[in-house]
C-alpha cells in the first residue's frame, strides 16, 4: 500500500523550540538526493557525500531526524513514526523541484530510505544505502545486546543506555580522534550522542519490524555499500537486503572502512559509487506511472557483489 505525500503544517514535527534546525541542503539540478544521518547522529556526517553529489550538480538534502541534534531526552521523547515523518517532509520538499529523487542514508538513516521506497515508490527512483542496519549485530556490539529483544516496554527500555565504544565506528585513528574530542566535548550538533538511550533501540526495532514485510516490494534499482569490518551492523545486514529486496541489487563491500563510512577511510569511494549510481538513474528513460501492473521482477543478472 502506498501513501501520499502531501504534507500539512500538523504533520510536521517540529524543531524543539529554542533549538536550530541543523538540515543540510544544497540547491541544484533536477535530480534530487535526500541523504539521511543515523540514529544518534547528525546531518554533519552527511555532509561530505553530500557536497560530492552537489558537485555533480544535483540537488541535495539531509533533514535532521525528530528527536536529534538535542539533548538525550528529545532522543528518548521521540518514536519512529517521528524519524518518519521527518524523511517523509523532506522527500516532498525534494519533490517540489526535482523530477527524479534517489533516497539513501547511513544506518538507521538506510532504513528509513527502505520505508520510504516502499510506501512511496513513485516519488522514489533509487535508493543508496550505506551500511544499513537492521541488526546490531556488528563486531564491536556488546554480548548483552541479543537480550535487549526481550525488552517490551519503551519505559523499561529508557532505563538502559548503550555508550558509544572505541572505536566509534571509524577505523581511521585521525578522523577518529576528530570525531572523539567532538564527541566528548560536547559537540551534539555536528558529533551526536556520547551513547544511545534503550528508548531510541527500543523505537528502531519497531521500525524494522514495521519494514520487514515490505521489503520484497521494493523494486527501485539500489546501491549499497557495507564495510566487510563493520563494527557496528554485519554486512549480514546488506546480504539480507539483497536476497529480499524485490529490484536490482548492487552491493560493493569496502575493505578499508568500518561503520561510520562516510567519514571514514574510503568516504572517497563511497561518494565515487554514489555520483556514478545517481548518474546512471538520471541517464534513464523517465519512469512511467503505474497504477496497476506490478513491477517485472529483478532479473537474475542483476543481483551481484563487488569489493573495494
Not at 536529534?68 to 524523511?87: F, M, N, P, R, V
Not at 516502499?118 to 537492521?134: I, K, M, Y
Amino acid at each position: 500500500m502506498t501513501g501520499s505525500l502531501d504534507i500539512t503544517r500538523a504533520d510536521v514535527v517540529a524543531v524543539s523550540p529554542g533549538k536550530k534546525d541543523h538540515s543540510y541542503r544544497i540547491a541544484g539540478g533536477r535530480v534530487g538526493v535526500l541523504l539521511m544521518h543515523g540514529l544518534c547522529g547528525t546531518p554533519s556526517e552527511m555532509r561530505y557525500v553530500a557536497n560530492g553529489l552537489a558537485r555533480a550538480g544535483h540537488t541535495v538534502i539531509c533533514p535532521q531526524l525528530a528527536g536529534h541534534c538535542g539533548s538525550i531526552e528529545d532522543l528518548k521523547a521521540a518514536t519512529w513514526q517521528d524519524w518518519y515523518q521527518s524523511a517523509r517532509t523532506a522527500l516532498a520538499e525534494l519533490r517540489t523541484t526535482c523530477d527524479r529523487v534517489i533516497v539513501g542514508g547511513l544506518s538507521t538513516g538506510a532504513v528509513l530510505s527502505l520505508l520510504l521506497a516502499a510506501e512511496h515508490p513513485e516519488d522514489v527512483h533509487g535508493l543508496a544505502l550505506l551500511a544499513p542496519t537492521l541488526w546490531a549485530n556488528g563486531w564491536n556490539t556488546p554480548w548483552y545486546t541479543p537480550l535487549f529483544k526481550l525488552v517490551r516496554f519503551k519505559a523499561i527500555a529508557n532505563m538502559m543506555n548503550f555508550p558509544d565504544h572505541f572505536p566509534h565506528g571509524i577505523k581511521d585513528d585521525r578522523i577518529r580522534k576528530f570525531f572523539a574530542d567532538a564527541l566528548f566535548g560536547g559537540d551534539q550538533q555536528n558529533a551526536g550522542l556520547t551513547h544511545t538511550p534503550g528508548g531510541a533501540l527500543y523505537e528502531h526495532r519497531r521500525l524494522v519490524s514495521h519494514l520487514k514485510a515490505k521489503i520484497p516490494s521494493i523494486k527501485q534499482p539500489t546501491l549499497i555499500l557495507h564495510p566487510r569490518e563493520d563494527d557496528v551492523a554485519s554486512i549480514d545486514n546488506s546480504w539480507y537486503l539483497q536476497r529480499h529486496l524485490g529490484g536490482p541489487v548492487e552491493v560493493v563491500a569496502l575493505t578499508d572502512s568500518y561503520h561510520n563510512v562516510t567519514i571514514d577511510r574510503q568516504r572517497h569511494v563511497v561518494v565515487d559509487r554514489t555520483v556514478a549510481f545517481v548518474r546512471d538513474l538520471a541517464a534513464r528513460p523517465a519512469p512511467v506511472a503505474r497504477k496497476s501492473a506490478p513491477a517485472a521482477p529483478a532479473p537474475i543478472g542483476c543481483q551481484f557483489a563487488v569489493a573495494v
